[in-house]
């Protein structure tokens, strides 16, 4: 066979898209081909001709063609081509009886033929002889835009279109358009407002109806709006309330007064030849009840709201009227019963509330046999009595057909899976449940009312769920005894309930007693009320607001949900998944005249909305096609509903009535894909037996007899479909169609295989389907009913059961669809493009793998075992249907093998799938992409079907295993993911050292290894495993080692062959079980590159069982050869969790841990460092008590520096911080007591104070001395704030006793021995001293030194520098190798900086550069010179700069633990020198750490080396100073006193002040005074020589003379420069600023003397205290104080000295000024 390129290139036109016609059934006829140049395809047939679309959107018409303008006759026998359309390319082409349409490209649309009634949507003519443009325009929309449309129908008076956007546009005239108008024709396209907001699928017309496809609404998942609770046109309000007792009545009688009603002049004909019409001639004008809705939107111009009434019908006259209707034309309707004594349904009449989005499709606006009447006719019956005469005469009439037909309507209604099965129904899904007869008028009387959402109704739960109004038929019982066991069941109702959910179960038998059609509602809790009606009685019982027997709105309730079961095994129990797959969730919606039943709602009645056809819901309606007066649905499981006129037999059965859809009578095996249907006739396209489909006809037998002048006469006609016998001549038929009397298929011959491939693909997939719908239907529908079924299951089974079910619906839905879009390939394009099989394989693939995993979890736990008795009670002893259904070839199996072997079918379809794909690529030539599509989707199917088939044998291999296994073992270790892969009963493994007598059997499993002994097993699982072989040269020994968390041990072989066969079986299941395919084993494309050794690390979790410190935790996370490694969480049963790193089994690095404390109903949390399992380093513990601990630890206890804060508030908390050893504080540690108002700085042991210390109080006391045993214990010194002392003994706190000095402000004291708390009374034994006048300070006896006995500097924050000098990797200070402690910082810095990365937000832009700067480490070689110190100068202080560096963070903690000493209460002016000497001994200890740094530096007060010279310099004279110069000293202040100073300066500043204060007061008090003076007043008071008076000044740029009243203006730059010392930090910043001072004063001078000059002391002393004085420095003293204690030793005799000695005297001077 040759090879073609593509399947429709090279087919010549002449073999595709053939056209045959012909009329009737008889075994004569002969079809007649329809010769044409160019394929067909699509053909439309009309009453009396026909309208061919052929390649290249061409449009030809054939038939009687009247429109046609032509000479002679109006008859085309054959095909003219339409010319006009020939610059258009039409895609769509539709015939009405006598007018014809077209869809172009770019969604015009074109129509030509009779327009009498406008259905050419053209005004003014009454024909449109050629195609005319007609404009579809949506008005809405602002500016207005033309509608896209899709594809058009045509009636007889009326056409359809669907647009682009899914929506319905109609014109012409009658009720069959669907549109709220009752003017006709309707000349301009409407849009159907009705079905607006739903995705209507297709549309077709009969000759006075109109059918609609429709996809089903997808539940909300939004809580959905309420409906308006206002009338759209009037405004008022729709529904009305009253409270009676326990339960709220809604009525909605409000009737719009400008309601628009159709009128009925076009229905006429409906009524002719009726039996009864001379009964009811005299109402025929207005006598059928419309449908109709509250217009959706009063400004719509589609709904004319404004158009009065019809004149027949005045506003005033009643309006309540009830819909009743029989089955024939005669009993057509019943249109006005207006006595106001006994109202029929009294303003209960269906006012449906509109939702734009209509959230409720299944809610549908008549249910099956219902109309919902809103009529506004005069009542055409002179009283009541001949009302009751009627409605007795008409049940009268109807009873008897009434019982005769109950059974086999309750038949139909539940055919082919039809949800009246409990089962079936899902919350999400909206099925149909009609199960009401047919025939009685009354009993098909249904009123709908809608939902009443009002501000009162929300606030009553009861009134919120009652939401429609239904009436049901309920067999053989009256209203009364409905209502009277509602009421016995009220009472079990204990509480007002607004949820559904909390009362299903009571209510679930009630509501399958009274087996009430459920309508479930989506989202919006819609709940049906019950109104029954009596049979037994010819009067219609009054339910209104005003019935004499109420029933309460919450019993309603209970009567109307439907039971339903958890397990979704109708198609649409499973959301889609696909939303370009066709959809199976669908609903047929009808609309137009009904007096043939064709619209199929049971009855005659007209409709003018269109109405949801509630038989078909759950059907999967696939297409629809209408005849001139009856109606077909093709379903997804190819069979056919038909209903409507069957006077010709053309629906295809006997069944009746025909007012319902009835499934068409076919044998067994015949599927249909495709219907047509003409006037009296229905044309079915089915697959047989062989690929060729095969053509069914039903309907009228026609013959023409050309002697008789064509006249056509009608003759007998089929009692179901019979086969056309010249379907095999025809070809490979792709679609048929019918209309008139004629019949068309458009046929293909089968070149080069590419047709016969395509038809056996879709074939094959439409039989699977069906086959899929049996088992369905047949085995687990009434295997489901069975009420024992999960009992005898039990509950594993019973889940496995359901999963299993739902795989299957959801894998049979995949089909469905699948089927749908291969069916309207082969109708369209017959092309591979858009074949979901190749475009959504994967889709497949998952479907049947886990379909495949379903099954095999079921047989794995016996589940077909425990089947088989549920299988013999439903279906009798040896369950025939499961023997059946299964196909199986073997006689005998037992019903266990053939369900299993039922449920593994669709795997085998797989291999068709691959089969069939592969002879479509075979079409192809080699080298096309088509063919290498369909090769790789074929193979991939091949293969997946070889894995599923792999994984059922697994399947199989572990159910034999589990018979035959041990029973007691066997209910632990059973479980439905779990394959046997090997085991060693044959004794191949055993356990090395093991007892003589002891029974080892390891089973390896898909997800464990467990070894069992006599009654005892262990289970190891597989992704916590490790093994690996032993070498065998030292031992001649097999074995393999296995690892497993908490143990590990030797297994033996016997042979080689054995140990390799282990190896490898648990290498690849512990590889299956860590990449998650334990369950479903290797998937088909992972074979390849498979690893033969699973990786030693990997993530898995496990429990731990043996008693250590981790028995029964759970870890999740890294592992490493059997211990866990890297991140991982680990969990305690008690509630303990750990989260961080893990290194060889123990928490290391950083970690999380939370220890829950159960009397505090609360948790300690640790966040910090781990080292070997235990709390190690740096971290955070927060105790369930509220106390914070921030520091180091040591084997989980708290060792080294830390601070512990305690208190509620953050802003009250005591706070410790300083040294703490084995969780007790001891060392040097600062004590903030918020309770006490003290402050302690001194020694601790064991959590007591203990040695030295001070502490100051708020109230300014301060004490230093000894402590003991917490206590002040020992010699002390106490000062209080007006420098009153005491000196001597102390045994408590503030408590004197023994010897001592009391010395007073005034220097008197008091020497003996004391006791008593100080500031109470004191008990003194001692004397008295007044020292004299003349005594000199040195000879007083008590001078007091303070700090003599507080801790000294060098002893505080040991902890501190400590952990510093580890971090750089020494033990002690100074011991250490400098190249480690360089190491250790390049390693801080990294894993900071990787952690910084990780979470970027913690450092800035400047920090990040920071980082990257201290990467480069300061290298020299030689002696360092000024250059390399200025470069470790920089280095310091970014290093400073950064808490990641150890020096930074050294600092800061230093920063931190002094400003805790000294602020609060520690602002204490005493601690000033001890404040001073702190900062000295930080300076002394960091340069430690920087000369051990960078060991090349000189030692503190050494010069730098001097810079090489070259040699030229070396000889210029005068080089070589005898004194090193300023600047080349190393000195620790200079190196590290700008990084530390400026964020110490606060506290330290503070007690600066604090002490000076008194100095500073005199000093300023003098400043105030002097500054009162004008400039040369003051300078000649300070005696500045004359010379150096100013006499210009500068002021704002110009030149001023001083005169005596100039002020603040001589000096000025030198002022402000003097005032610029507050603003620094260091001293040698301040220094700084004072020889800039006297720069400035110099540089005013020597303009004044015009010469060079020479400073004394004597002439520069008045001048420089005349620019202190204008600087008005607030705190110079403790200026001056801060300089002098912490200035560079080796500037004190340079000229910085001098400078700041002249400024000290200047603040001397200042102070003891006199003014006189």
Known sequence: MEKHKSSSEEDSSGERGLLHKWRGYSYSTTPDRVLLSRPVLQAALGARHGVLLVEGGQVYSFGELPWKQTQGSSVAAEPILEAVLSEQRVVFVAAGSAHSGVVTEDGGVHMWGENNHGQCGLSGLSVIPNPTPVGVVDSETMPSQTVKIQEVACGDEHTLALSAMHEVWAWGSGCQLGLNTSTFPVWKPQKVEYLAGRHVLQVVCGASHSLALVRCLPAPQEPCKPPPDKCGQCHQLLYTMTDKEDHVIISDG????????????????????????????????????????????????????????????????????????????????????????????????????????????????????????????????????????????????????????????????????????????????????????????????????????????????????????????????????????????????????????????????????????????????????????????????????????????????????????????????????????????????????????????????????????????????????????????????????????????????????????????????????????????????????????????????????????????????????????????????????????????????????????????????????????????????????????????????????????????????????????????????????????????????????????????????????????????????????????????????????????????????????????????????????????????????????????????????????????????????????????????????????????????????????????????????????????????????????????????TLMTSLPAEKAKWLRSINQAVEQALGGQGHDGISPSAGLTQRVDPPISRTASYTFYKESRLKEAMYEGRWVSGKPHGRGVVKWPDGRMYTGTFKNGLEDGIGEYVIPNKNLNSFDHYQGQWKDGKMHGFGTFKYASGEVYEGLFQDNLRHGHGMLSSGKLNSSLSVFIGQWQYDKKSGYGIFDDITRGEKYMGMWLDDQRQGNGVVVTQFGLYYEGAFSNNKMMGTGVLLSEDDTTFEGEFSEDWTLSGKGVLTMPNGDYIEGSFSGVWGTGLKISGSYYKPSLYDSDKDTPNALKLGRIAVHSEEKWKAVFVECWNSLGCDSPGLGQTSIAWDNIAISLTANRRQQRDSPELLSRSHHKTLESLEFIPQHVGPVTLEVYHTIRRYLVKACDTPLHPLGRLVETLVSVYRMTYVGVGANRRLLPQAVNEIKSYLCRIFQLVRFLFPDLPEEGCSLAEPPKEKSDSDTPGKHPGSPKPGCVVSSSALLLPVLLPRLYPPLFTLYALDKEKEDDVYWECVLRLNKQPDLALLAFLGVQQKFWPVTVTVHGEKQQVISSTKDACFASAVETLQQISTTFTPSDKLQVIQLTFEEITQVVLALLKQDFLWSMDDLFPVFLFVVLRARIRNLGSEVSLIEDLMDPCVQHGEHGIMFTTLKACYYQIQHEKVT
């Open 254 to 1049: 409000h009737h719009c007064p400008q309601w628009v009603e159709l009128e009925n002049t076009e229905t006429k004909s409906g009524l002719e030849g009726s039996p009864d019409q001379g009964s009811l001639g005299k109402t025929g004008k207005n006598s059928l009840l419309e449908l109709s809705e509250i217009p959706k939107s009063p400004t719509s111009s589609t709904n004319p709201a404004s158009t009065p009434p019809s004149s027949s019908t005045p506003a005033s006259e009643p309006q309540n009227q009830p819909p009743v209707y029989g089955q024939e034309p005669a009993d057509l309707s019943i249109t006005g019963l207006n006595e106001p004594e006994d109202p029929v349904i009294n303003g209960e009449a269906c006012v449906e509330a509109s939702e734009t989005s209509n959230s409720e499709p299944d809610c549908c606006k008549a249910s099956s046999g219902s109309v919902l009447g809103t009529g506004m006719k005069s009542s055409p019956y002179p009283d009541e009595q001949a009302v009751k005469a009627y409605l007795k005469r008409l049940s009268d009439h109807s009873l008897p057909e009434h019982t005769a037909k109950t059974s086999s309507t309750l038949h139909s209604a539940q055919l082919s899976g039809d949800p009246a099965d409990a089962f079936t129904c899902n919350p999400l899904i909206p099925v149909a449940q009609s199960v009401t007869p047919m025939g009685s008028a009354l009993n098909n009387l249904v009123v709908s009312c809608a939902s009443a959402v009002g501000e009162r109704v929300a606030s009553t739960y009861e009134a919120l769920s009652l939401r429609k109004v239904i009436g049901y038929w309920v067999p053989g019982e009256g209203r009364e005894r409905v209502e009277e066991r509602l009421r016995q069941e009220e009472p079990m109702q204990g509480k007002k309930s607004s949820s559904l959910g909390d009362i299903r179960e009571e209510e679930a038998e009630l509501s399958r007693r009274l087996s009430l059609p459920g309508l479930l509602s989506q989202g919006v809790p819609s709940i049906a009320v019950a109104m029954v009606i009596d049979n037994a009685e010819p009067q219609v019982k009054a339910s209104s607001s005003t019935a004499a027997t109420e029933v309460s709105p919450r019993l309603l309730r209970r009567t109307s949900r439907p039971r339903m079961r958890a397990v979704p095994l109708a198609s649409g129990g499973v959301p889609e998944a696909d939303t370009h797959l066709p959809s199976l969730q669908t609903e047929v919606w009808s609309w137009g005249r009904g007096q043939e039943g064709q619209l199929g709602h049971g009855d005659l009645v007209p409709r003018a909305q269109p109405v949801c056809i509630k038989s078909l819901n759950g059907k999967e309606v696939l297409r629809v096609a209408a005849g001139a007066h009856h109606s077909l649905a093709l379903t997804a499981q190819s069979q056919v509903f038909s209903w409507g006129c069957n006077t010709s037999g053309q629906l295809g059965h006997m069944e009746s009535p025909t007012t319902f859809p009835h499934l068409t009578k076919l044998s067994e095996g015949i599927r249909v894909w495709d219907i047509g249907a003409g006037q009296q006739h229905t044309l079915l396209l089915a697959d047989g037996d062989c690929i060729q489909p095969i053509l069914y006809y039903s309907g009228q037998q026609v013959k023409d007899e050309v002697e008789q002048m064509g006249e056509e006469q009608t003759g007998e006609y089929t009692q179901q479909p019979v086969l056309l016998p010249f379907c095999m001549n025809l070809g490979y038929v792709s679609s048929v169609c019918a209309g008139g009397q004629i019949c068309a298929a458009l046929a293909d011959r089968n070149v080069m295989g590419f047709i016969a491939s395509l038809h056996e693909l879709v074939a094959t997939e439409r039989k699977y389907y069906c086959k899929l719908s049996n088992i369905k239907r047949l085995l687990l529908q009434p295997l489901l009913k069975l009420d024992s079924l999960s009992s005898t299951l039990g509950q594993s089974s019973a889940g496995l059961l359901q999963n299993l079910i739902g795989r299957l619906s959801r894998l049979s839905q995949l089909t469905g669809q699948n089927s749908a879009l291969l069916s309207s390939i082969l109708r369209r394009s017959r092309d591979i493009r858009g074949l979901a099989l190749l475009d959504d394989a994967q889709l497949f693939l998952d479907s049947y793998s886990e379909y495949c995993t379903a099954v095999c979890d079921l047989l794995v736990m016996g589940g077909f075992q425990a089947l088989v008795k549920p299988c013999n009670d439903v279906f009798g002893k040896g369950a025939e249907v499961v023997q059946r259904l299964s196909e199986c070839s073997e006689e005998g199996l037992p019903i266990a093998d053939n369900l299993a072997h039922l449920f593994y079918l669709p795997l085998k379809h797989l291999h068709e799938y691959g089969r069939l794909l592969l002879k479509l690529a075979t079409c192809y030539e080699v080298h096309s992409v088509d063919y290498q599509k369909l090769q790789d989707a074929s193979s991939k199917y091949e293969s997946m079907a070889l894995h599923l088939k792999r994984r059922r044998k697994d399947a199989e291999y572990t159910l034999h295993f589990w018979k035959t296994f041990p029973g007691k073992m066997t209910d632990s270790l059973r479980k439905p993911s779990r394959r046997l892969i090997c085991e060693s009963s044959n004794k191949a493994l055993s356990l090395q050292n093991a007892g003589r007598f002891s029974v080892n059997w390891f089973i390896l499993f898909n997800d464990a290894l467990v070894h069992a002994q006599f009654s005892t097993h262990h289970i190891f699982p597989l992704a916590t495993l490790w093994v690996e072989p032993i070498s065998e040269e030292n031992t001649g020994l097999y074995g393999l080692k296995v690892t497993s968390p908490e143990e590990s041990f």
